[in-house]
T-cell receptor, first 113, second 112 residues
Framework: GENVEQHPSTLSVQEGDSAVIKCTYS??????FPWYKQELGKGPQLIID?????GEKKDQRIAVTLNKTAKHFSLHITETQPEDSAVYFC????????????FGTGTRLQVFP | EAQVTQNPRYLITVTGKKLTVTCSQN?????MSWYRQDPGLGLRQIYY???????DKGDVPEGYKVSRKEKRNFPLILESPSPNQTSLYFC???????????FGPGTRLLVL
């Protein structure tokens, strides 16, 4: 079946450094790629998303890039801050006539002051 | 306040004792889903619903049932829980006009 691989599983960075999380998807019909942030004890919350007709999207310190040919997308966080510490999930889905969303296994990001 | 609520937040039960986890949203969303979160496996979709009386299986539906009789509610039913259903469960909803899913706070279930 369809799956999404996510790496690394844990990532530790110094405050102010950049962090990159990478995902690969298997379903070539996927056209929507969200990233969710999960803080301790809470449900996941959308931080940024990208659709297959766009190669890159940026929102302040976070950006996402998509390579459809390689079926690969990445989350980039610049100037990391301690409050960026959380678990990050990538996901992929087809948006037409379905609500099936496949998540990656998550990356625990720790930002040290 | 726009939100997805789940009850209970924590539940300890025994094998075979039927239970229901409720999910309710006040955003008039058409789509609702249930996920389970397990260490090393991420979030896996159990069931989803695209509207009232319309439900479909996700990736791990075995041992679960759902119903969607009203737009705002999407209960998850475990008819005969087993220890391998010990997990953290999340309900989510979204409007059919946008892909952004809004998650509830989670229900931690322990089946002994």
């Amino acid at each position: 079946g369809e799956n999404v691989e996510q790496h690394p599983s844990t990532l530790s960075v110094q405050e102010g450094d950049s962090a990159v999380i990478k995902c690969t998807y298997s379903d070539s019909a996927s056209n929507y790629f969200p990233w969710y942030k999960q803080e301790l004890g809470k449900g996941p919350q959308l931080i940024i998303d990208i659709r297959s007709n766009v190669g890159e999207k940026k929102d302040q310190r976070i950006a996402v890039t998509l390579n459809k040919t390689a079926k690969h997308f990445s989350l980039h966080i610049t100037e990391t801050q301690p409050e960026d510490s959380a678990v990050y999930f990538c996901a992929a889905s087809r948006t037409y006539n379905t609500d099936k969303l496949i998540f990656g296994t998550g990356t625990r990001l720790q930002v040290f002051p | 306040e726009a939100q997805v609520t789940q009850n209970p937040r924590y539940l300890i039960t025994v094998t075979g004792k039927k239970l229901t986890v409720t999910c309710s949203q006040n955003m008039n969303h058409e789509y609702m889903s249930w996920y389970r979160q397990d260490p090393g496996l991420g979030l896996r979709q159990i069931y989803y619903s695209m509207n009232v009386e319309v439900t479909d299986k996700g990736d791990v539906p075995e041992g679960y049932k759902v119903s969607r009789k009203e737009k705002r509610n999407f209960p998850l039913i475990l008819e005969s829980p087993s220890p391998n259903q010990t997990s953290l469960y999340f309900c989510a909803s979204r409007t059919r006009y946008q892909e952004t899913q809004y998650f509830g706070p989670g229900t931690r279930l322990l089946v002994l």
